[in-house]
DNA sequence: GCAGAGGTAGACAGTTCTGTCTACATTGAA
DNA sequence: TTCAATGTAGACAGAACTGTCTACCTCTGC
């Protein structure tokens, strides 16, 4: 298995291969259930090599969200550039719909890692808030600039997340969009008020 | 610890003990991280006695799944009874923001619990996109009886799940309401379409 | 009065987990 | 050349986890 990543991976520094092994484990089977050994193994890393980069499992952790943070969002932004520009919030819908395909979803790694260690990991909380903060930030960009510019970011966001959670338990079923037509509903709504609220701005 | 609930607690049958004890337990640090030793510690009951109610801590998951469903939604049926018979989504509002500043709020068990395993216990899978089933249809008879009643009340749930993963980062936050203020919003609009459409429905 | 259900107490096996440590190999730079 | 960094291989300690098992107790219904 994962052939193709070891051989992709293998002339890379140990330290990388950990942090890519650790990423794909943890994102797929969630933090707990992998254990150390098995990263190291499917690394292909001694032990030793591991614990020199990574004093402890918790620093791994940590090294993980930045990196799944850093990864997530680069893809969100490009994403949506290449969506129409005078979409408005609707450009989110092709780009969650091409997420929620991924053979690989699973959620989103930060509400997942949120759910797995609640108050026992607390800086884990802090990333993943502000997570969700540079995605709201990402998401206003979309939006006309005025008073309402981040309400409405804001409730996108929310409407978001609820989609994620909602595609990630549907993923196993064959054929269910609910997920997602609920999304384009909100979003287009949300959209047409902020449509009105510029246009209730430029005829004061 | 725990001194309320053991005397509360301390005269049920074992069963029962073990049952709601691994509830608390299992909602509030999650599941894998609550072992048997734990919960049988806590419940106040033997080894064997535990082994003979649930042959496995796989069946105490799946009775843990069961209880908490009844449980919450019995109470999410009463909360939406106390508010309002006029408001439409917007009883919606209240009974989850009671439910956000329970302090022992940890977000959903069913999400947490999806999150937590991922396909390594698709049973829980299912019941957890049974549980949302059966929220939406909840949310459902808040609705005017049209063909857009389950659209919406798909798209209202969506919301809520968004919103209880936001209410669970914001949680540690002090002061921190945009899950709430996002939710108020979007059930607003979507309520202002219920009506428009039960409108335009008269009106043909 | 006795059988069986349900209970306690806790030793034990077997696994898995994190983290440490020893011994040795390779390589690039001072 | 020699030193330090980086790597491999893997034994080991100590804890925690699930699940089994033995031995004994207590109550209730027949």
Same mark, same amino acid.
């Given at each position: 298995?994962?052939?193709k990543q070891t051989t992709f991976i293998s002339d890379?520094?140990?330290?990388?291969?950990?942090?890519?092994?650790?990423?794909?484990?943890?994102?797929?089977?969630?933090?707990? /259930?992998?254990?150390?050994? %098995?990263?190291?193994?499917?690394?292909?890393?001694?032990?030793?090599?591991?614990? %020199?980069?990574?004093?402890?499992?918790?620093?791994?952790?940590?090294?993980?969200?930045?990196? %799944?943070?850093? %990864?997530?969002?680069?893809?969100?932004?490009?994403?949506?550039?290449?969506?129409?520009?005078?979409?408005?919030?609707?450009?989110?819908?092709?780009?969650?719909?091409?997420?929620?395909?991924?053979?690989?979803?699973?959620?989103? /790694?930060?509400?997942?890692?949120? /759910?797995?260690?609640?108050?026992?990991?607390?800086?884990?909380?802090?990333?993943?808030?502000?997570?969700?903060?540079?995605?709201?930030?990402?998401?206003?960009?979309?939006?006309?600039?005025?008073?309402?510019?981040?309400?409405?970011?804001?409730?996108? /966001?929310?409407?978001?997340?609820?989609?994620?959670?909602?595609?990630?338990?549907?993923?196993?079923?064959?054929?269910?969009?609910?997920?997602?037509?609920?999304?384009?509903?909100?979003?287009?709504?949300?959209?047409?008020?902020?449509?009105?609220?510029?246009?209730?701005?430029?005829?004061?």
């Amino acid at each position: 298995m994962n052939l193709k990543q070891t051989t992709f991976i293998s002339d890379k520094p140990a330290r990388e291969r950990i942090l890519l092994t650790a990423h794909d484990l943890f994102y797929r089977d969630g933090i707990r /259930a992998s254990g150390i050994d %098995r990263v190291i193994a499917e690394a292909g890393v001694s032990k030793a090599t591991f614990y %020199r980069h990574f004093p402890s499992k918790n620093e791994l952790i940590r090294a993980f969200l930045s990196y %799944r943070h850093e %990864r997530w969002l680069s893809w969100f932004k490009q994403a949506l550039q290449h969506q129409g520009a005078d979409l408005g919030l609707m450009s989110l819908v092709p780009v969650m719909e091409e997420w929620f395909n991924n053979p690989l979803y699973r959620g989103c /790694a930060f509400i997942n890692t949120a /759910a797995e260690f609640g108050d026992s990991l607390p800086e884990a909380l802090e990333l993943c808030l502000s997570h969700k903060q540079d995605m709201v930030n990402v998401i206003a960009t979309l939006l006309p600039v005025n008073e309402s510019q981040m309400i409405l970011a804001n409730a996108a /966001a929310v409407a978001i997340d609820g989609a994620i959670v909602r595609a990630q338990l549907e993923s196993q079923i064959i054929q269910s969009k609910t997920a997602l037509t609920a999304l384009a509903l909100i979003l287009d709504i949300l959209n047409q008020s902020s449509i009105l609220s510029s246009l209730s701005k430029l005829s004061k």
